[in-house]
C-alpha cells in the first residue's frame, strides 16, 4: 500500500491499510491512522498526527514549521482528526509556544485547494474552505463555517459556527455564529439561512436566529445593550446562547 518510491522516516508510525502515493516524504514524529489516502509528492513533517479515513490530494505540505519569526525550533505538533478531504497545494503549519503548541483540525472537513492554515489555528468540524482561503496564526474556525474562495482571515480572529463568508471576503474582525459577511473589509448581510435550512433548523429556529441578528445589528443598539437585549433571549433559544457566548469570548470585537 506504499508506493516503492515514498521515503517514510523509521520513526514514523503508519498504520495497516494506510495508501502513501509515488514520492512522497513522511518525516519524523508522523502518526497515520487506518483509512488514510495520500496521494503522489505529498510532504508530511512531524510531530504531526492524523487520524482515520483522511484523504490528502497531491502536493499538499502538512506539519511544516510555522512561518513565525519568533519561532525557534521549540516543540510543536499538528493535530488532524477524520475523514478530512484535503486538496491539492494545501498547507497546515506546526503551533508555537507562543499559543498552546498545537494546530488543531478537526472532523468531516472539505479544504480545497491552494488553502493555508497557519500555526496555532483551531479548525472546527464540517466545515468547508473553498480555493486559496487562508488562515493567519492563532485564528479559530467553528463548526460548520463556510468560508469562501479567497476569503483571508487576520490572525486571531475567530469566526463562530454556521457563518458564511462570501467569496473575497478580509475578516479583520470576529464573525458571530449563523452571520453572511462580504467585503473588503467584511461586513454583515444577514443570516446564512440556506446553510441553516440544509442542516435541517426548523422554521421557528431560524426566525428566532433572525430576531438576534435584528437586535445586534438592525436595532441601532450599543453592544452592551445588544447584548443585555440578547441575553434574554438566550433564556429561550440555545441559538442565541451560542451567539451571546461568542459575543462574550471575542477579543479583536465583532464585525459589525
Known sequence: MIHKSA???????????????????IGP???????????????????????????????????GEPQDKKYRGEPSRLEIGDRNTIREFVTFNRGTDDDNGVTRIGNDNWIMAYVHIAHDCLVGNNTVFANA???????????????????????????GAHAFTAMGSVINRDVPPFITVAGAYAQPHGINAEGLRRREFSSERILTIKRAYRTLYKAGLPLAEARAELAQQAEHSTDVRLLLDFIDRSQRSLVR
Do not use: K
Not at 521515503?7 to 516524504?25: H, L, N
Open 7 to 25: 521515503c517514510i522516516d523509521p520513526d514514523a508510525r503508519i498504520a495497516e491499510g494506510v495508501r502513501i502515493g509515488a514520492f512522497c516524504v
Open 29 to 63: 514524529g508522523v502518526e497515520i491512522a487506518a483509512g488514510t489516502v495520500i496521494g503522489p509528492h505529498v510532504v508530511i513533517d512531524g510531530p504531526t498526527r492524523i487520524g482515520r479515513d483522511n484523504r490528502i490530494h497531491s502536493f499538499a505540505a502538512l506539519g
Open 133 to 159: 482561503s487562508s488562515l493567519a496564526g492563532h485564528s479559530v474556525i467553528d463548526d460548520w463555517v463556510i468560508l469562501g474562495g479567497f476569503t483571508l482571515v487576520h490572525q486571531f480572529c475567530q469566526v
